[in-house]
């Protein structure tokens, strides 16, 4: 599926990312998950694949980890808060169920050389994304706060490993 978001110089709004980004998981049958009146860590989250440029293959959130942790304000608070998510706990349990324990390892490790240019990419930046996007930032366009921050995109090849994992995002359902 073309995900205009993952085009370098796309001229969507961050909050057009976003819905695009939300259509492209109802098309692949994936619960768009949101926010409560208080939270907005889906937004967050779903703001650093538009702008970003990923998809969800395990291997593009592995990714998107890099981006995040590199190349991104994010606090270990709100990533606590993350992690306690019902949703995001049952598919790490998922996975291990699925892949063992060994696997996410075993995932960085396989996709050395994307999590490296990513990284690489991360460092060229001239100043680091706001984890908490500020509402402004919606109405821009991806376009405009990639040249403002200095972030360019991993290409269609690079953002691909040599191997991709098979996982039934299915199972994470019958976690709960």
Known sequence: MHLDYQNQESGQTLREAVDEYHRYLAAI???????????KIWLYHDATH???GHSTSI??????D???L??????????KKYSDIP???GLTQAVVSQLGLSFVPKL????????WRVFLNTRRMSKKWPFEVPSAFLER???????????????????VPTRLTEFDYSIVSNTH
């Open 29 to 39: 049958d994936r619960t768009i998950l949101t926010d409560s009146n208080d939270e």
């Open 87 to 89: 949703e995001v706990k």
């Open 141 to 159: 366009t991806l376009s405009d706060l990639r040249s403002e921050f200095g972030i360019t995109l991993l290409s269609p090849q690079q953002r």
């Open 108 to 115: 960085y490790w396989r996709n050395r050389k994307v999590l």
């Open 59 to 64: 291997e593009q959130e592995a990714a998107l």
């Open 70 to 79: 590199f190349g991104s304000t994010f606090s270990w608070r709100m990533l």
């Open 66 to 68: 890099f981006w995040v």
């Open 50 to 52: 538009a702008v970003f």
